[in-house]
Each structure stands twice: as structure tokens, then as C-alpha cells.
């Protein structure tokens, strides 16, 4: 079960796999094309399209079918194709091509329902509606490709049967029509991998925001190393976090607050997190949106029973790093995402997806990372061996937080964040070579943001 954004993503993915939409698309034709000529065979059909992708499935489609029992159906001008595939498609039809008008319905036995794909938000509106409406009354067999043209909105087609792609769509559990399910060539890795397609999930800012809107973060960092809390409150600005709060001892917080003066702060007491501190700062998590506890705290026992009783009580969603994930090895934390390397990951204790159930995810760094919420695994494979420096897992733990506070769920925040630190240190290598530094790897997110989110 998917859902509209997964679908885009796999698109996405696909053809940065070398699988282009058009083949997709050609390959939803051809399994919509052999369920008709099965299932109502000698049948004539009108396809009714949209501009979009969905339209061009039902191009596609049509063009496997004997065109002299075929009418294709445009909801509006064929100068609206909105797609190039979908436009190829439609250019070598050889069917009847007519204006949507209610009359044509009664050219075909059976009406296929290519209007509207996953991509609708908001309500539907003519000419997609009047067709909607007119299909539903007209007493013949409906097939929608994908989903029901107006899936999940007030107005949609009842089909007898849809022919969806790849995997069934979030919704139609339960559903009163006939689900057919159709391979259409996504590859493996299109889903397995996190690529290019998954920054489509990256919350991007609506235009009207305020600050503060798209991701408050409170860094709990610092004592005996001033350098991670440093490099993580910058990871997390750079990873689009409007605000960064960072609680760090006095020891420490002066030099790591200098070199990121975007952030704010609290000074804590002394050189390292005490259990002093916990009440304060659990009452300061209420005002964030996502905490992230860990980067250069140290492995004193105080600090990790401070820790301890902070993660226990905390209700906001965290990332968790370094010496603190020790700690939450013994626990169970549906709202964290750990970020050990392989050393840490052992004194987690199992497999990773059976560590991974006991916690909103868990991001396994290495040569591929693995990502898993116990139920979901995948890997990411940007990254390189220059990234072995020091520093450049608190860029990650902040990378990852800041999605978080965005307001992504632990397992899509923990693989976008592996993605692009690890596009990022791409970049960084190709410039830097082995001389590369964490720093480096920060100034390169904005870069992966620029071009993954055009």
C-alpha cells in the first residue's frame, strides 16, 4: 500500500534509474490494454483523459488496441498535455480523438477512466466534475487506471474494477471495486534505495510562512567537545531549520555558540550535562518541535543518567547520537531516530531490524547505510570515503533532526538526511578530494536542496 507522493517518488527514482516515465508509461498501457482485451473482450472503449500522466497511461493504452474499436476522450485541449510522454503517446494515436461531451460516452462499451491520477489536491472542478458526474450515471462499466479519477475527494468515479500501478493506493482498503494490481517495470532499487525521487518528500515551505514555522529544534550538545554541537546546530540551519536552539555546558558553549551565530541558546552549568538540568530542559523541549540530544556530550555516568532520565521523559520527537545511544539501547523510544555507526550498533543488540522496531528508525551508517523502522528497510548509497572524518556524523544527526522538526516521520527524515549528507559529501569529494572536512560537507546541503528541489 502506497501512497500519491510514494507513487511520484518511485517515478522519480525509476527514471534516475535509467527507466524513463515514458517506459513506465508504456508499460501501464500495455497491462491496461491486456486486462481490457481479457476482460471484455471484443469490447469498444472510450478513454476518457486528462492532461497529465494518468491521461497519457490511457494513451498509451489505446494504442495496443485495435483503433477502430477505440475513441479517445480529451477533457480539455491536447495543447494542455501537460507531460512530454504523455504528448508522445498522444501524437501517434490512431483511434478516433474527439472533445469530452457527454454524447461520447455512448460510443463505447465500456468507459476507461483516465482523467485524474494521484497527483489531485483540493476539490475537483469542471471539466474533470461534469465527466465524473456523467459516467456515474450512465449505467455502463467503468475501468479507472491507477486510482478513481477524484480519489479521496468528495466527487469520484465508481468504477467496477481499477487498474493500479505497481502496488494498491493508500485508501482503497475496503474498497468497493475490483483492484487489479499491474507491474509496470520500476526497478528494485527505485524503492529499496533512497534517490533523487525522495526529495519530493522534503516539506518545502508554503510562501506565506513566518519563522519558526517550518522547524524548531532544541540541540541538547556539548561539555567536553565543543566541536559537534557546533557542527550540528549549523547541519541543522543549512537543512532548512528556521530556528536552532542550543543547550550546551558553560564549558563549551561559548566556542560552539561563535561559530554559529544564527543559533540561540542556554548556557548550562558547568562542563558537562548533569541531572540538574533535565527538569529545565524537558520543560524547554515543549516549545520545539523536534529535539536532538547527543553530539559531543561524553560518556561521564552523570551525563549518561541525565540523559537517560531526559529521553525517557521527553514527549517530542528526537534524534539521538553518539554516547547517548548507549543509553537508549535498554529502552523502548517509538519517537527516536538512532544514528549509531557500527561500533555504537552493537551495544543495541540484534539484527537491525529487530533493534529498528523498538524505535521510530534506525539509521545504521556505513559504506550503505541502512535505514529501518522495523518493518521498512532501505539503504542509501551517496556518501564516500572521504567522509571518514571526524564531524561528520554530528552533520548527519543535525541534517536528520532538522527534517524532523520539519515535521517528517522518523523513517523518511532518517533517509532523506542520509541522502543528501551523503550527496552532499559527494560534492564536497569532487572538490576537496581526501582533504575533505565536516565543514565542507555542511556547505553543500544548500547545493543538494537547490537542485533536488527544482
Same mark, same amino acid.
Given at each position: ?10 517515478d ?22 491486456a ?67 457527454k ?63 505497481h ?27 533512497v ?9 518545502? !515551505?508554503?510562501? &506565506?510562512?513566518? #519563522?519558526?514555522?517550518? +522547524?524548531? %529544534?532544541? =540541540?541538547?550538545? /556539548? ?23 542550543l ?71 528526537m ?20 544514528? !549509531?555507526?557500527? &561500533?555504537?550498533? #552493537?551495544?543495541?543488540? +540484534?539484527? %537491525?531490524? =529487530?533493534?529498528? /522496531? ?13 535505514i ?9 548509497r ?66 543538494v ?6
Amino acid at each position: 500500500m502506497i501512497t500519491p507522493l510514494e507513487s511520484r517518488v518511485l517515478d522519480a527514482n525509476s527514471e534516475a534509474l535509467g527507466v524513463s516515465v515514458k517506459e513506465l508509461m508504456g508499460n501501464a498501457g500495455a497491462a491496461v490494454a491486456a486486462f481490457l482485451e481479457e476482460n471484455y473482450p471484443g469490447k469498444s472503449y472510450v478513454f476518457v483523459c486528462g492532461t497529465g500522466n494518468n491521461g497519457g497511461d490511457g494513451f498509451a493504452a489505446a494504442l495496443k488496441l485495435d483503433p477502430s474499436r477505440c475513441t479517445v476522450a480529451l477533457l480539455k485541449k491536447a495543447s494542455n498535455i501537460r507531460t512530454d510522454a504523455a504528448r508522445d503517446y498522444y501524437s501517434v494515436l490512431e483511434c478516433d480523438i474527439v472533445q469530452y461531451s457527454k454524447e461520447v460516452l455512448s460510443r463505447g462499451d465500456v468507459i476507461v477512466d483516465c482523467a485524474l491520477g494521484t497527483g489531485i489536491s483540493g476539490e475537483v472542478k469542471d471539466p474533470y466534475l461534469t465527466f465524473i458526474n456523467d459516467a456515474n450515471s450512465c449505467g455502463k462499466p467503468i475501468v479507472s487506471l491507477d486510482v478513481p479519477s477524484g480519489f479521496g475527494t468528495t466527487a469520484a468515479i465508481e468504477p467496477g474494477e481499477v487498474v493500479t500501478f505497481h502496488d494498491r493506493k493508500e485508501g482503497m482498503e475496503g474498497a468497493p471495486y475490483r483492484v487489479i494490481v499491474a507491474g509496470i517495470g520500476i526497478p528494485e532499487d527505485a524503492w529499496r534505495a533512497v534517490g533523487p525521487g525522495d526529495m519530493l518528500r522534503y516539506p518545502v !515551505p508554503d510562501s &506565506g510562512s513566518h #519563522k519558526g514555522a517550518n +522547524g524548531r %529544534l532544541l =540541540a541538547i550538545c /556539548g561539555g567536553p567537545y565543543f566541536g559537534a554541537p557546533a557542527l550540528a546546530c549549523r547541519a541543522a540551519m543549512r537543512a532548512g531549520a528556521d530556528l536552532v536552539h542550543l543547550c550546551c555546558p558553560q564549558s563549551a558553549f561559548s566556542i560552539a555558540a561563535s561559530a554559529c551565530p544564527e543559533i540561540t541558546g542556554t548556557m548550562l552549568p558547568g562542563t558537562r550535562l548533569t541531572a540538574e538540568s533535565v527538569d529545565m530542559l524537558l520543560e524547554l523541549s515543549e516549545r520545539y518541535d523536534a529535539v536532538l540530544v547527543g553530539p559531543g556530550l561524553g560518556s561521564a555516568v552523570d551525563t549518561l543518567e541525565a540523559v537517560r532520565q531526559f529521553i525517557s521523559r521527553c514527549r517530542k520527537p528526537m534524534v539521538i547520537d553518539a554516547d547517548a545511544i548507549a543509553v537508549a539501547a535498554s529502552m523502548e523510544l517509538p519517537n527516536a531516530i538512532l544514528t !549509531p555507526h557500527a &561500533g555504537e550498533f #552493537k551495544a543495541l543488540e +540484534g539484527p %537491525l531490524e =529487530a533493534v529498528a /522496531g523498538r524505535y521510530g528508525a534506525v539509521l545504521l551508517k556505513g559504506k550503505e547505510d541502512r535505514i529501518s523502522d522495523g518493518s521498512r528497510t532501505r539503504v542509501n548509497r551517496t556518501g564516500n570515503a572521504g567522509m571518514t572524518c571526524g564531524g561528520t556524523g554530528d552533520v548527519l544527526a543535525g541534517c536528520a533532526a532538522a527534517l524532523l522538526s520539519k515535521g517528517m516521520c522518523q523513517f523518511d527524515a532518517a533517509c532523506l538526511a542520509a541522502y543528501i549528507c551523503g550527496s552532499a559529501g559527494d560534492r564536497a569529494f569532487a572538490d576537496k578530494s581526501y582533504g575533505l572536512i565536516a565543514s565542507d560537507v555542511i556547505e553543500e546541503i544548500p547545493h543538494v536542496l537547490r537542485d533536488g528541489l527544482r
